[in-house]
Antibody, heavy 118, light 107 residues
Framework: EAQLEQSGAEVKKPGQSLKISCKSS????????IAWVRQMPGKGLEWMGI????????RYSPSFQGQVSFSADRSINTAYLSWTRLKASDAAMYFC???????????WGQGTRVIVSS | DIQVTQSPSSLSASVGDRVTITCRTS??????INWFQQKAGKAPNLLIY???SLQSGVPSRFSGSGSGTDFTLTISSLQPEDFATYYC?????????FGPGTKVEVK
């Protein structure tokens, strides 16, 4: 069964760096795009961008370009979302999702909550 | 970027009701629209892909239709477990934008 398992909740201060993870299992990691989706408290879903784990080709939404980075480690079937300097406005739930049949996000991680507070 | 709108933003319905949610895109996207259900505190769940294909394991009371710029998600007979928020998403172009969501509440 294909699954995505995300790392646990994080509590950080503004200005700190952070890297959260999304580990895949049950399918060939390098054969599917992985998307990252943000959901701020009480708000809707925002597509942040997508990475091809095979060669780490990444496409970012203009809203997130330069604010975050995507990466992938094929040896451990894991994708990452990272920040170099967090802001209070980065506080949100972050989901990873596999792009599957028809290009739709068919498998989702459980989400990682990021809290940014001084 | 392709803009995605949904209507209504919320609706109240009863068990057994037929529910229709509409999604409209700012440019023609063929059939590159997907529908998701999200319950509070949970990850979204794919219901429909490429406008009208039912995702494996999703009950047949869910259906999708449309092409071009106008799309609909229909729940033929609303069940208690269907009270949730529904999102459409276009994957025709980057960025693959989501609609703002439609909350289906108990009447």
């Amino acid at each position: 069964e294909a699954q995505l398992e995300q790392s646990g909740a994080e509590v950080k201060k503004p200005g700190q760096s952070l890297k959260i993870s999304c580990k895949s299992s049950g399918y060939t990691f390098t054969n599917h795009w992985i998307a990252w989706v943000r959901q701020m408290p009480g708000k809707g879903l925002e597509w942040m961008g997508i990475i091809w784990p095979g060669d780490s080709d990444a496409r970012y939404s203009p809203s997130f370009q330069g604010q975050v980075s995507f990466s992938a480690d094929r040896s451990i079937n894991t994708a990452y979302l990272s920040w170099t300097r967090l802001k209070a406005s980065d506080a949100a739930m972050y989901f990873c999702a596999r792009q599957g049949t028809g290009g739709a996000l068919d498998i989702w991680g459980q989400g990682t909550r990021v809290i940014v507070s001084s | 970027d392709i803009q995605v709108t949904q209507s209504p933003s919320s609706l109240s319905a009863s068990v057994g009701d037929r529910v229709t949610i509409t999604c409209r895109t700012s440019e023609t996207i063929s059939n590159h629209i997907n529908w998701f259900q999200q319950k509070a505190g949970k990850a979204p769940n794919l219901l429909i892909y490429t406008a009208s294909s039912l995702q494996s394991g999703v009950p047949s009371r869910f259906s999708g239709s449309g092409s071009g710029t106008d799309f609909t998600l229909t729940i033929s007979s609303l069940q208690p477990e269907d009270f949730a928020t529904y999102y459409c998403q276009q994957n025709h172009n980057f960025p693959q934008t989501f609609g703002p969501g439609t909350k289906v509440e108990v009447k």
